[in-house]
């Protein structure tokens, strides 16, 4: 952190300013231009908050941040891209549902004979809700036999209004769990409550909404725990405030966090949200954890889904998350931007040869 | 709801549709024009999404809500302005910290001989973090001299970073009441957690904070209890959006809701946020509970607070929310938008002339 | 302008660095610390763009500028509040349609008998479009009898649609003048095309529009004449590209811009754009141009335009511009937020006690 | 356009409210439901302001246009893809920078011996500002010989600062002429006055910039002529709006307009802008115009130009514009965001086999 003091500060003032850092456990670093002076302060700034230093010293000018906040979630501290493995332990040879999500890019094998390669691409697929067993377990079939690699479906369910249908909750869970004892598919679900954690034993992947995505108590509590934790993108908040709350987990002690772009409320207002597409290659290149794109929640519109997906391939993404449905017209939410299962298998005989003429494979 | 039809849907495919409405419980009607027809819905049409019903039926070519998905937070339910009653239980006719957020305007003496007059205007003052007994009874003091109405302090606080300090948690809230006793000002601080809940026994008003606008499932839990709730505005979340997040806490039969405008975030970058001033009337015409507005937020600059002040009274606020600190310099969050004690109490001076002006009473 | 350098660059490659801002006439201002480097440029750096020179060297890890972009629309080169003069020459002691914009507070007599005291508020208001000469007589009289010290009225109208009527042009602003004549007022008229400048000639204060803020070519024409301008603010515009466009006016030597805050293109829907009151003592703040505020475009909401107006009297606007108009119902363009003439007078029975509130006096 | 009257309406209100219409040409259409009445509007009512009509007619309740207020622009009424034509006249087979921008999806061939196939992708490269001759001669055989399509180059720069670099003007076009000469690139630069129409008679297609596509006085004068128009999106502008302004070209008789989407402003902070790739699937969907992306000022950071170049590709876009210099380091203008003319080869390579993998064909 450092900051630039008006002209012609005297000496006395700009000692009483760094004695204050020192008395913190900061190193003061003085530099005297021929105009101006310039503080810099080594140490855990962190803990700092850069605009209340300058609003409240008056020898102050200016005030600058010069490393990010975060600091677990930043590739400088961390070059290599973070796998994130998901799924069962491994038993002998056989791994039941186990996905990674990420790059594999030293093309080292990670888990038993399962991943390889350069790069590895996973599809999440499946319904915004959990109804009843036969659609979960038909949309799962479906899903895995077009080439998805994880199951998706909603149980409990944040809806903006008290009166719309609020998911099956824990009997949602009961049936995504054998959807993925029928096809071999690791789940992912939403927690919206800490208290629902012991119901989401049987899901490989606690997906935290977007509108929670600054729900700290709720990222401390995920943090705790080693499962691995999708967290979707705030509809308005910065990418160095998505960083911030993966940080939050990580700090807890759990780093396997796969990030989820799904688009952020601007003015447009032909689709339900805009694709920050530019998020992948900057969060690529200032973070080394996974990115996957839900191109159905950023568009809200289901025509959208296929040409936003094989952007996302393309800009780099890790993955997708994509709604599907076995019967749209009647689906209890987003029927709107769900795919039935025969778009999602034309889409996914598209994500298949992009995918692999990215050299990525996609996971098993 | 109503539904424009395409041109040239045959009778056939009208029936369908609509039965499928009718078999749910509502009542379609139908209105045949020269070109097209109209199919309108009635019932408890809260539970559907039109835009759904538009995207899955091909004869649709366009839906409307015609009525809001609110009811309880509606002025169109509810023509008169609601009062929420803060503070302890009356005992004979000593009122300890008893505040009414909201306009009185029949004039009637709603509690003991504390409110009567045609509109009564709350200030909520103090740190924004409690960080010692020392520093809470100094403001506490000084506000309520300077003529505060509510105590404010935050307790458990959302930060950013995970590294930021996190609030004196339940100490802050003992802090708090000793505060509350020694100047019989009501408090007011953030929950961010359901299980906090007990440790805010003492607790006047429950603060539900911008990033937990949407966090459906603690809304769900203070509609459990009757303790009035201080509803701040999310930072990116339209009037709609607001209103529907009441309407949570009060479906769940907690009717006491004060709604906070407290600044959007949008592409000015020079004010932390942008105070939108325009919620006041607004909010006043479309919904009957009173609104506040928090210029410490919104601008996030100090010199900013007094004239933001001045606008929200003129435009009609029932309140206004204003961080105070003794030593703004030390403040341990927020200090380059907290009020010193002396700048409080200037503003102070302005606030009661200004609510006299619109012929309103300081709550006392 | 200043760079903070990675740590550990060479003395050689700092002076490369250096000594190519040298001949270009730049003073470099080298303070070495104990960790890093940090170079000032001390000259005329509004030349330079300080994202270029960071990512276009090697060396430079952060870069800053810290001054302003904009000199003469900035308070710190002009630290008395500009005075902007409306109207015509004064001949002996007639002044005919004379007001000035802008504050008053050495309460020095400024023109003839007419601007004394601490300050002035001024109150622009007239329809949307000149539709006829009935019209903008009736409507002129009308808010002159009301109170109002300036007529506005478009003539040159930029619509969203080709299909929507554009304004009587030529003729308008002849009917304008026939207004100006009958009643006093001067007028205010908005210029979308250079070429039309000719028939401004009886205008007294030139309008550009919200989409013509970064029309940098109609910017250096206007900067060329003397006449006042009245600048709105872009939809999407942040307060520095404001004073940079008001900065463009001024460099070319015209002095005489009055500000306008007409409310931001945002994510609230309920309100046409969302009027920032912040931007009225921010700009107070850091220029010294008068600003006065546009509820009618702020909010496009009839009923919205008196509690903004207050709440702009109390923020320390210098004026309003209200839409008003003899048959709303009726109007070719903005009807719904134009107030008509009874609401209108309604208001400036408000404005003016609140005038008087603020210590200010209404325009003659 | 369609309305709904509120409940209860008499017989009587309602035939004064269709009537009005009637004098106006209009054939109202009444549709009487059970509880409410629907009153549709046929005829040409994109003269109509459906806000005003709503907010001036106290028994209407809700307003709605069901067609889009754009006609000329619209894939409803041109169902099939526009092919815009772009370079000199053909001469027997000799073919001089001639371009299509657009899809040839019928495989038909259009011009000479040159296009085919089922689309076409152009890549327009050059520097931000024309700087010298030497210059845009080194970048101009530098883009041709790594396959760019175009070349385009600033001479009339709009910039947000009076005091920056504003372009070299005449002299710029006129180094233009002489790169067009060399390569047989077809050039293409922006106008930002009609004043400067004469000295752009051999520029090929005219770019009209994100801050004048609301300059709608411009946009009337281009649509007098018939050179290509590459008419970027505003910062802040809505797809609708987007349409609106290339209707005002249209309208004028001038239907070759190239769409461009360039990045929206957003609260993201990081990128320059916000590329919104929804916007190609969106206008294909909606308009028969062709559409390219600009990912050079959408991202403003160099090493985020190949990603969303990718990304375009895609989405469906039919070409790319991206800013190229043979010294970023030394550019006058937008460095920052720049490639030199080794890495635009590498993103050729990539951009070349992606276009084939679509079933695309590269310019030629």
């Not at 501290?77 to 799924?87: E, S």
Request: proline share 4%.
């Amino acid at each position: 952190m450092m900051f630039v003091l008006h002209p012609g500060v005297s000496e006395k003032k700009i000692n009483e300013f760094t004695q204050k850092f020192e008395k913190m456990g900061f190193t003061p670093m003085i530099s005297s231009g021929t105009e101006r002076t310039v503080v810099g302060l080594v140490g855990n700034t962190k803990i700092l908050d850069v605009d209340d230093i300058v609003e409240n010293n008056d020898i102050v000018s200016y005030g600058k941040r010069i490393t990010e906040p975060y600091k677990l979630a930043s590739r400088a501290f961390h070059p290599d891209d973070t796998m994130v493995m998901v799924g069962e332990k491994i038993v002998g040879n056989k791994i039941a549902g186990n996905q990674t999500v990420g790059n594999n890019k030293g093309g080292n094998k990670i888990v038993g004979n399962q991943i390889f390669g350069e790069g590895i691409f996973q599809v999440i697929s499946g319904p915004c809700s959990v109804e009843s067993e036969d659609q979960i377990i038909k949309v799962a079939r479906a899903v895995k036999l077009s080439g998805a690699t994880l199951l998706r479906g909603g149980a409990y369910k944040p809806r903006s209004s008290p009166y719309s249908f609020q998911g099956l909750e824990m009997d949602g869970l009961k049936l995504l769990s054998i959807a993925k004892q029928e096809t071999g598919l690791p789940i992912v679900s939403e927690l919206t409550n800490i208290s629902q954690l012991d119901d989401f034993e049987d899901v490989d992947v606690i997906q935290i909404g977007a509108r929670n995505m600054q729900n700290y108590d709720l990222l401390k509590e995920i943090g705790k725990i080693k499962k691995p934790i999708l967290l979707k993108r705030g509809l308005c908040n910065t990418i160095e405030e998505f960083l911030m709350s993966a940080e939050y987990i990580m700090a807890g002690g759990n780093e396997n966090v796969i990030l989820c772009e799904r688009g952020m409320r601007t003015i447009e207002t032909m689709t339900r949200n805009t694709l920050d597409i530019s998020a992948v290659p900057l969060l690529k290149k200032i973070s080394h954890l996974p990115i996957i794109i839900d191109p159905s929640h950023a568009a809200g519109i289901r025509s959208l889904v296929a040409p936003l997906s094989k952007a996302a391939i393309a800009a780099g993404a890790d993955g997708l998350m994509i709604e599907t449905h076995n019967d749209p017209a009647n689906a209890l939410c987003d029927g709107a931007q769900s795919l039935d299962l025969a778009q999602f298998d034309n889409l996914m005989f598209e994500v298949k040869r992009r995918v692999e003429f990215e050299g990525k494979i996609l996971g098993t």
